[in-house]
């Protein structure tokens, strides 16, 4: 059971989640929480991080430290010893700074009590309501591995964990009891370092533990009700979308749906293991279940989503045409710098490819050299910042003749880039970001 970063900041949420864990405990299932940082909590420990003055780290770490102290005052607790503990270990770090442990793993370590600390006050809220409950450290239980072509800065800060099923994790924690806490957001390197899996990743966390302890089912609760045809928030005629497999859901999440973090997928369809996304407030809807169900054969768009923050970078070079080896000189240049490329779009003397924030830890001095070191082959242009509207279903290629009247839509707009996958899922358009609005209303 995963809860967002609403879920864990208040005491009526606290009591939902005690009451849920509860509900399934009863069920005769052991039950895994795992949980994100208070709501703001993770910004205000990037921004820690990106004060150069000692004061003002430690002014950070004080306001962070109130803030858990005002939830346990609502509580109704005394400060426990463990999160004290780790208030003093965020102090520490924020008065030492970056120079003993190297910028990124100190960010990484100064960014993951965001996770530590509100497991540890769910622990002791949980306990002292009358449901035993046992803190685990997910680093001794997620193990990150090492990929081809990762830089420092991915590796510590946007890591990838071994999913393959662990019996040893679950006859260990079955030994230590029934309901267990831990933390999303967080593993542990081969060399014993603390790891972050990127922005997001506490909907992955849960899809780890629910690979390794071939769990019954992955429960995501949120702030919706589960997946729609299009963000409820901006369309009010979005329909919730009950059931989807894991292919469908992949290209809604991975096409700029919020709900549910891209990568948290795969290690389910790897295993088979089920997830049901939920509503924290309202757990009597039904919410969607993802699961390797039959296929809907009948062509139908599923979902239209939005994905903001989008930059692309066109390559031009009349020498590429017919040129042996162009496209490897040019996608080397991405590899050097660790980015991954997501749309690509080509044409005789021209290629332009998207590079997705939520896949790539993107910033202007990333882009940057990145540029640079390709107009050492070709004349670059970065086109930012871009939007991706996404039509999702089973069959997009033959229900093409259908969609005058969305293609309408583009009608005088700069259409950028536009990409059919290959999968037959998906046809994606990108635009200028300040349009997308207007096309999803």
């Not at 609403?6 to 849920?20: D, F, G, H, K, Y």
């Not at 109130?66 to 010893?81: F, I, K, N, S």
Request: glycine share 8%; proline share 4%; aromatic share 4%.
């Amino acid at each position: 059971m995963k809860f967002g970063g609403t879920s864990v900041a208040t005491l009526p949420r606290w009591q939902n989640i005690m009451e849920l864990a509860a509900s399934r405990r009863a069920e005769g299932a052991r039950v895994v929480i795992v949980v994100s940082a208070l709501s703001g909590i993770t910004d205000a420990l990037k921004q820690l991080c990106a004060q150069g003055d000692k004061s003002k780290r430690i002014e950070s770490a004080r306001a962070i430290e109130q803030r858990h102290y005002e939830l346990l005052d609502h509580m109704g607790l005394a400060v426990p010893a463990t999160l004290e503990a780790r208030l003093k270990d965020l102090l520490a770090l924020a008065e030492t700074g970056s120079a003993k442990l190297g910028e990124l793993a100190w960010q990484a370590q100064v960014q993951a009590h965001g996770e530590l600390l509100s497991s540890t006050l769910g622990a002791a809220f949980l306990t002292h309501s009358g449901l035993p409950t046992q803190w685990v450290d997910a680093r001794d239980c997620l193990s990150a591995i090492a990929l081809p072509n990762q830089n420092e800065r991915t590796k510590l800060l946007s890591a990838m964990v071994e999913t393959k099923p662990d019996p040893a994790l679950s006859d260990r924690l079955a030994a230590l009891g029934d309901v267990f806490i831990t933390q999303g957001f967080i593993a542990r390197e081969s060399e014993g370092r603390t790891v972050l899996l990127g922005r997001g990743g506490s909907d992955t966390s849960a899809s780890y533990f629910g690979a390794l302890l071939r769990a019954l089912r992955v429960e995501i609760w949120t702030d919706v009700a589960g997946m729609f045809t299009a963000n409820p928030r901006q369309v009010s005629g979005a329909r919730l979308l009950q059931k989807l497999d894991y292919e469908e859901a992949q290209e809604i999440a991975s096409t700029g749906a919020k709900v549910l973090h891209p990568r948290c997928l795969s290690p389910l369809r790897e295993s088979r293991v089920p997830l049901l996304v939920k509503d924290t407030n309202r757990p009597e809807l039904e919410g969607t279940v993802i699961g390797p169900q039959v296929r809907e054969h009948a062509p139908s768009v599923k979902a239209v989503s939005a994905r903001k923050g989008i930059t692309l970078i066109s390559m031009e070079s009349v020498g590429m045409w017919q040129q042996v080896g162009f496209l490897a000189d040019v996608f080397a240049q991405f590899k050097q710098h660790g980015l991954s490329v997501d749309l690509i779009g080509s044409a005789e003397t021209n290629v332009t490819v998207s590079l997705d924030p939520t896949e790539n830890l993107l910033d202007s001095d990333a882009i940057a050299a990145l540029a640079g070191d390709l107009a050492k082959v070709c004349r670059v242009k970065v086109i930012a910042p871009c939007a991706a509207i996404t039509l999702v279903g089973r069959g997009m290629r033959s229900m093409l003749h259908t969609l005058s009247s969305v293609l309408a839509e583009f009608d005088q707009l700069r259409v950028h880039l536009i990409s059919q996958s290959s999968n037959n899922l998906n046809l994606t358009f990108v635009v200028d970001e300040d349009v997308v609005d207007t096309l999803i209303p």
